[in-house]
């Protein structure tokens, strides 16, 4: 099993509507968890961090299930710029410097 | 600020060629880490640095060296190249654990023939 899985998709979404992504992690001992996105032939920035009681940035929206060890990322009034990949990074449980990184879920927003 | 720069953004290699990857923060971040990132494949770890003097290795580090003589530069270097080492080469830096943001170097392509 690897330690961070995520649908590659590409998932492919009209303008305006909402999709949601997951990702799972293996190591329970992992504490930090992150959403990067990635445009293409670009370097990954980060959208937003993960806390334990969800949290919320404008039209995204992120939670955490630490029981079924998956995280999740919902996009709401989706826009073409949000086009790009979506990495899922979790911290190694044993280390609080080195992250795993999923390899992605590719999103296409369609006019 | 520049942010993370890294030096050069493309670069075809021969096999058994070296070469150094430039890596420069201007954020004065204690924290540096080199990934390496394969098609279709998460970043995966090389080295990484949580200050001026100390490196230490990551989940991929056979082929790699790394130096940290200031808090601004990270190079890495490959020594022999291989086709193997065919990657997209990204350089990070954060202020604390990454517990922070990390940001990234906008990437070196290299390619070994």
């Known amino acids: 099993r690897k330690e961070v899985e995520q649908d590659p998709g590409p998932f492919n979404v009209p303008e305006g509507a909402t999709v949601a992504f997951n990702c799972t992690y293996s190591?329970?001992?992992?504490?930090?968890f992150f959403w990067y996105r990635q445009d293409c032939r670009k370097e990954p920035k980060l959208l937003m961090s993960?806390?334990?009681?969800?949290n919320e940035d404008g039209r995204f929206t992120a939670q955490l299930n630490r029981a079924s060890q998956y995280i999740s990322l919902l996009i709401r009034d989706s826009k073409l710029s949000d086009s790009a990949t979506y990495l899922c990074?979790?911290?190694?449980?044993?280390?609080?410097?080195?992250?795993?990184w999923g390899a992605g879920t590719k999103l296409i927003i369609k006019p | 600020n520049a942010g993370v720069t890294q030096t050069p953004k493309f670069r075809i290699l021969k096999i058994g060629q070296s070469m150094t990857l430039q890596c420069t923060q201007d954020?004065?971040?204690?924290?540096m880490y080199w990934y390496r990132q394969d098609p279709g494949m998460g970043l995966k770890l090389i080295y990484y640095?949580?200050?001026?003097?100390?490196?230490d290795k990551g989940e991929v580090p056979n082929g790699y060296n790394v130096s940290r003589s200031t808090t601004e530069d990270f190079p890495l270097r490959l020594e022999l190249a291989a086709p193997s080492q065919t990657s997209v080469y990204f350089c990070?830096?954060?202020?604390?654990?990454?517990?922070?943001?990390?940001?990234f170097g906008p990437g070196t392509r290299l390619t070994v023939l």
């Open positions: 190591n329970s001992a992992s504490q930090s």
């Open positions: 640095s949580v200050g001026a003097g100390i490196t």
């Open positions: 990074v979790v911290n190694r449980g044993d280390s609080n410097y080195q992250l795993i």
């Open positions: 990070a830096s954060s202020y604390v654990v990454p517990g922070n943001e990390q940001f």
């Open positions: 993960v806390y334990s009681s969800g």
């Open positions: 954020m004065n971040h204690n924290y």
